[in-house]
């Protein structure tokens, strides 16, 4: 079980108190407490792991360590140890206590959610002339404290969507490493799986139907993830006895979630095209190139039992590949 969105609390650590102390040592004199330690800080950090958040589904409350309270003989309390919290790249981090969220965009980055509270000063912090003796000390400050939404946005270059059972698991598995669960009844997708063609990221989003924007089916659970896509691959089954109807129908669906989703790239895959003649497929594509009235539409026909046409889904995905390449470069030199 995947967890995408999951709510918890955390607390920084607590600073320590000052102590009231005095030399100890013959013949010397004055005020000897030391200061109590700054409490734990909470970070997060991104990491390729998409399951991370379901280390929170039994434990929804995490607090860092308190800083140890001052000693005498000028010792410093230790400071509570900081706490670092590894979620998956993608994830938005909702502040429900003042409204401010912040991404993990990549691996490896770090950033600080909860500060800890600073230590109390002891006794020798307030020696002076006047008071050479002094008992005041300071308790330590409280750490932050925050309710957190966890939510998790797929971060891919390519999003494999269309109606549940056209075989986007299995060609996700076909061009890359991944194990995505394959079998021939509806919704056997129940989470997002990511797979790595060379240098771009696929993603095999759970299918969704008519009504999934109003929480039908698998609802609006993983339309979140299209979102972080950078193009789609729409999947049209060549079973299908109204492909054009299915098209409309998931278009009908992201638009109604996000009209930002309908202006992304897109490029139109026919699965299943071994349950067809050769003849049956061309007239499939006609049919719907005429009635999508789509510019410049191209539709790949596509079975993962038909060597040549995997080899032309490798060849478009080279092409993308190395226009993502140039994109990175290009942005690289600007910074």
Same mark, same amino acid.
């Given at each position: 079980?995947?967890?995408?969105d999951?709510?918890?609390?955390i ?7 000052g ?28 990491i ?10 039994? =434990? ?26 590894? /979620?998956?790249v993608?994830? /938005? ?34 020696r ?7 008992? %005041? ?15 998790l ?34 919704f056997t ?37 299209? %979102? ?5 691959f ?9 492909? *054009? ?14 009209? %930002?989703?309908?202006n992304?790239?897109e490029?139109l895959?026919?699965s299943?095209?071994? *349950? ?9 594509i ?28 490798? =060849? ?5 590949? =190395?226009?993502?390449? /140039? ?9």
């Amino acid at each position: 079980m995947l967890i995408d969105d999951i709510n918890i609390r955390i607390e920084a650590g607590n600073g320590g108190r000052g102590a009231v102390a005095f030399d100890k040592n013959k013949f010397a004199l004055g005020p000897a407490g030391g200061s109590g330690g700054r409490g734990g800080g909470i970070y997060f950090e991104g990491i390729s792991d998409l399951s991370a958040l379901n280390q929170f589904r039994f =434990k929804k409350e995490i607090k860092a360590r308190n800083g140890d309270d001052g000693k005498g003989q000028y010792c410093d309390g230790p400071d509570g140890e900081d706490l670092t919290l590894k /979620v998956p790249v993608g994830t /938005v981090i909702h502040n429900l206590d003042n409204q401010r969220e912040v991404e993990l965009t990549k691996i490896g980055e770090r950033i600080r959610i909860a500060r800890g509270g600073d230590g109390g000063r002891g006794n020798f912090h307030f020696r002076s002339s006047k008071n050479t003796s002094p008992k %005041e000390f300071e308790y330590g400050m409280p750490g932050q404290n925050f309710n957190l939404r966890l939510e998790l946005k797929l971060i891919a270059d390519i999003g494999f969507v269309g109606l549940p059972n056209i075989g986007k698991s299995s060609l996700l598995n076909e061009l890359t490493n991944a194990k995505s669960k394959v079998a021939n009844y509806r919704f056997t997708t129940l989470e997002p799986n990511l797979g790595v063609y060379y240098d771009l990221i696929l993603a095999d989003i759970p299918g969704l139907i008519e009504g999934a924007s109003s929480g039908k089916g698998l609802g609006i659970k993983f339309l979140r993830h299209v %979102e972080r896509t950078k193009i789609l691959f729409h999947f049209l089954s060549a079973e299908s006895k109204s492909p *054009v109807k299915d098209y409309k129908t998931i278009r009908k669906e992201l638009g109604k979630y996000n009209k %930002e989703l309908l202006n992304k790239p897109e490029y139109l895959i026919l699965s299943k095209t071994d *349950v067809l003649k050769p003849k049956e497929i061309k007239e499939k594509i006609v049919d719907l190139t005429t009635k999508l009235k789509i510019p410049k539409v191209k539709i790949t026909p596509v079975s993962i039992y038909d060597f040549d046409s995997i080899e032309k889904i490798k =060849k478009l995905l080279n092409v993308l590949a =190395k226009k993502k390449s /140039v994109s990175d470069k290009k942005q690289t030199r600007r910074r």
